[in-house]
């Protein structure tokens, strides 16, 4: 049985997370395989599984930021709005002016209200957007605040009738880099969708840590939780007294700045603690 911790893959493309979950179980010889986040068929890079109770801090990676490089398209808009989906439109975009393509891009760098893909996993009185969109009903989904950290516009080809732009963006959890190619096209005017996205990293781990389905055929070992949870959060080592109260969930009396992993002496990883109520209280207790 592989020990806990948490297997970075980079995702190829045209597999499915759950596929990529699936495969994962069989390597490690464990059906406890969880994902911090999915990745679209389509698109490529950094997802990172949890492997037994190492699937407990993937709640806790979700919400750290990820970056992203893509390939947006402007000119065509789609149903979904990646090259997965039905043009629903289409129009000149060959002789945009450049300038105006990157002040377009720069308006959704920022804290920003956006509105997900219709055709996202959120739920919808009980049910995922992306079901209700295949079962042919109207999905009008409300905008949420995300903050886009940085956009950098990079190369730039006419492609025919289209211009496909390259950008490279590192944003909150939630934030949709397909709905930015919507909305940079839709406000140039001539509609837009993603034709590539690759995902280089999440939180601290991107894709220099990322192994291929076949690097993990040849070695499928883990990177141990007690790792993972030092690479992910502020970490704090305690003595053997306050390891003790740790162990049983029991708060400390410490000023922790944020969501901390602590350790005890020997660097065994206990839990996730949170400053609360003027202490610092269990989260999660992995021991």
């Known amino acids: 049985m ?6 970075v893959v980079d995702k190829p493309g045209g597999m499915t997370s759950h596929g990529v979950v699936a495969r994962v179980r069989r390597l490690v010889g464990t059906r406890k395989v969880g994902h911090a986040g999915t990745l679209d068929p389509m698109a490529t890079g950094v997802l990172v599984l949890g492997v ?9 990676l979700m919400l750290t930021d990820k970056a992203y490089d893509a390939t947006v398209r402007l000119g065509v808009s789609t149903t979904t709005d990646d090259a997965e ?6 129009a000149s975009a060959a002789d945009l002016d450049v300038a105006a393509v ?26 995922r957007a992306y079901q209700r969109v295949r079962d042919g009903e109207q999905v009008e989904l409300k905008a949420r605040p995300v903050t886009v950290h940085e956009l950098r516009v990079g190369e730039h080809r006419v492609v025919g009738d289209h211009l496909d732009v390259d950008i490279s963006v590192r944003c909150s ?13 839709a406000a140039l005017g001539v509609g837009g969708h993603l034709t590539a996205l690759r995902r280089t990293a999440v939180g601290p781990y991107d894709l220099g840590v990322a192994r291929t389905l076949d ?8 990177l141990p939780v007690a790792d993972a949870a030092r690479a992910a959060f502020p970490s704090l080592d305690l003595d053997e007294e306050e390891a003790g109260s740790v162990r049983v969930g029991r708060a400390l009396e410490r000023d922790l700045a944020g969501l901390t992993a602590l350790f005890d002496p020997s660097g065994e990883f206990l839990a996730l603690y949170e400053p609360r109520d003027g202490v610092a209280r269990a989260v999660a207790v992995f021991v």
């Open 102 to 127: 990157a002040a377009a891009f720069a308006t959704q760098v920022g804290e920003i209200e956006q509105v997900p893909t219709a055709v996202s996993a959120i739920k919808v009185d009980g049910k």
């Open 215 to 222: 690097q993990l055929e040849a070695d499928p070992s883990v």
């Open 52 to 60: 037994d109770r190492a699937t407990r801090l993937l709640g806790h």
């Open 173 to 185: 959890s939630g934030t949709y880099v397909r709905a930015i190619a919507r909305d940079v096209g």
């Open 85 to 90: 989906g039905e043009v629903v439109a289409s």
């Open 2 to 7: 592989t020990q806990p911790g948490l297997v």
